[in-house]
């Protein structure tokens, strides 16, 4: 996650037609990772100072970008932030060796990991229930989707592809999954059910698909392309068609 010689990241926000964009961080260094509040009054992202960020924590702002506090102090890269259901608590990954899933109240209190020491666990996505959280695991050259309760107990494996698979993003009906896999040769996003049955890929495009995430309503998922030539945000419908560009940057 270093930096060394790039200008910097910033965060923004824009309206779900790709229109009204606007620009929410202006510190130098590494801002990235937002995920949006439940009531979408705010957002937690990673942030990283210096152009050459060695360390990464997490901080909140309002939705306009205003009142930005940090919350964790681990000296270490903290990462893809997780909001639970009702916004009570905040899953995070901390990108040691090996990467653990951990587990704060909102205001950055009571953090403590969730995923043992002995592995390699990250990317977490809370349900919409709030009583589990899917994540990744790294075993040798694999990496697969798990699901376990939100105390870190009953942890039960959902893919096993050769390859990566990783981001899982659960729907906001708690019935599906959505994620990255390279197990075709390039990344694609997959969806699957809650369960990991019916696994199957959405994209088909011949580009690198990636970081998937629901709309609401559960009917649409924006990801991440390179289909244009550049990483651009792209939405889709659920089930993989009409997909567009959103972003020209």
Do not use: C
């Amino acid at each position: 996650m270093s930096l060394s010689g790039s200008p910097g990241i910033d965060v923004y926000a824009m309206n779900a037609d790709g229109s009204g964009q606007r620009r929410l961080t202006r510190a130098p260094g590494l801002d990235t990772y937002a995920a949006w509040s439940p009531d979408s009054g705010r957002l937690v992202f990673v942030g990283g100072r210096g152009v050459a960020a060695v360390t990464t924590e997490l901080y909140v702002m309002n939705a306009d970008g205003s009142g930005r506090r940090q919350l964790t102090r681990n000296g270490a890269l903290s990462a893809i932030p997780a909001w639970s259901a009702n916004g009570k608590k905040i899953a995070f990954e901390i990108d040691a060796v090996p990467a653990a899933v951990w587990v704060m109240n909102a205001d950055g209190k009571r953090q403590h990991r969730v995923t043992p020491k002995r592995e390699n666990d990250y990317n977490p996505s809370w349900s919409p229930n709030g009583r589990r959280i899917a994540f990744a695991r790294k075993r040798g050259g694999n990496v697969d989707i798990y699901v376990m309760n939100a105390d870190g107990s009953h942890k039960r494996r959902l893919t096993r592809a050769h390859g990566v698979d990783a981001k899982p993003a659960w729907s906001p009906d708690d019935r599906r999954i959505a994620f990255q896999s390279n197990r075709d040769g390039n990344f694609e996003v997959y969806v699957m059910n809650a369960d990991g049955s019916n696994q199957r890929r959405l994209t088909r495009n011949g580009a690198q698909d990636s970081n998937p995430t629901w709309a609401p309503n559960s009917r649409k998922i924006a990801f991440q392309s390179d289909l244009s030539g550049d990483f651009e945000i792209w939405v889709m419908r659920a089930d993989g068609t009409a997909p567009h560009q959103l972003t020209r940057g």
